[in-house]
């Protein structure tokens, strides 16, 4: 079956892609490069040892997806392209409501009109800040940001655009913090903007990239005093999304339902700089600060419903900052820059 990569050239679509061809599908890339590198479908050539078909272009252009689906036979959808950085949604929220909500309509007319299913990539933003510190899938939904409200209001817009027995299925993946790279070194995350996230920051203050970064507060009532939360390598959760399409392809029209991707095992802060200094011995540069308003003391997935589909993750906290490592050294959008300061090697 062709599968239709929506992102394709991002972080999370790309190792997907991989993870799509190693199931036996037949996946194509559409991309308009806004925040993805365009060496990735090179990149993805060559791990796969095939051709990965790349079509450039916005999918909120209904035309243009329209005869992509047609023209390469497309059998279904992962949907990957959304804007994701969570302050630059409360900044300019229209631009997320735009894309992540009114372009996915656009996507499921699209999907509706080729009988075409969905697999739609959601994210734990839509929990915001839960008064649990296990998130199951029925817990409470509050976001507390314009990009974790669009991420539900997809949800919901695709839950009911089922319900009303459309010819249309689907399911959504809340996913919690994604890290780690391939284990070749060849394929990871190239972001277009600063990241956000602890590991690559840990990555890039390590490599020189930037300065030392801050640990926001010591004193949470945790084993160690600081924040804990649920890290799921990048090739664990592209083996979910396929493991959610082999599902979804066995369900009727109509049907719908959510999954949680996480590990269920929560790190903290200063177990995964401990983890990242171990496995690549190096130092991790880093400095204490206070708290920040609205960031959790804890927060974990609840996994036994995607488990009960046969997926689980593989991959520990060591695997994803070696392998976060071994693709900072290898980057090749970062070929001749200042990778690693030498006084902070172990």
Not at 1 to 6: K, P, R, S, W
Not at 317 to 344: F, M, T, V
Request: proline content about 6%.
């Amino acid at each position: 079956m062709n599968i239709l990569v929506i992102g394709g050239a991002g972080y999370i679509g790309s190792h997907t892609i991989i993870e799509l061809v190693r199931a036996g599908y037949t996946p194509a890339i559409l991309d308009n490069f806004g925040t993805s590198n365009r060496l990735v479908p090179e990149l993805l050539n060559r791990i796969t040892k095939q051709h990965i078909p790349c079509v450039e272009g916005d999918f909120a252009d209904t035309p243009l997806l329209q005869r992509t689906l047609q023209k390469l036979e497309i059998g279904a959808i992962v949907h990957f392209a959304a804007h994701k950085a969570v302050g630059e949604s409360v900044e300019t929220p229209l631009k997320y409501y735009k894309n992540n909500v009114a372009g996915f309509v656009t996507l499921l007319e699209a999907a509706t009109r080729n009988d075409v299913p969905v697999v739609f990539s959601s994210s734990a933003a839509v929990y915001g800040n839960p008064a649990t510190e296990t998130v199951a899938e029925e817990t409470i939904c509050l976001p507390a940001s314009p990009y974790g409200w669009s991420k539900l209001m997809d949800e919901v817009i695709l839950r009911d655009a089922c319900a009303a027995k459309q010819p249309i299925r689907g399911v959504a993946l809340r996913y919690f913090n994604v890290v780690g790279a391939h284990d070749s070194g060849m394929l990871g995350e190239m972001p277009a903007l600063p990241p956000q996230n602890l590991l690559p920051i840990i990555v890039e203050a390590v490599a020189g990239l930037r300065d030392p970064l801050t640990i926001y507060g010591d004193d949470y009532d945790t084993p160690d005093g600081t924040c804990l939360r649920d890290y799921v390598h990048v090739v664990d959760l592209a083996k979910a999304h396929v493991v959610a399409l082999d599902h979804l392809l066995k369900q009727p029209r109509g049907y719908y339902d959510v999954f949680n991707v996480g590990t269920g095992k929560p790190t903290s802060v200063k177990e995964l700089i401990a983890a990242f200094e171990r496995v690549n011995k190096v130092s991790v540069p880093f400095v204490m600060g206070t708290r920040r308003a609205g960031d959790p003391q804890a927060t974990s997935a609840r996994v036994d419903k995607i488990k009960a589909l046969g997926w689980q993750a593989e991959k520990n906290i060591e695997d994803a900052c070696r392998d976060a490592w071994n693709w900072q050294l290898k980057r090749p959008d970062l070929q001749g820059a200042n990778r690693h300061s030498p006084s902070r090697k172990k």
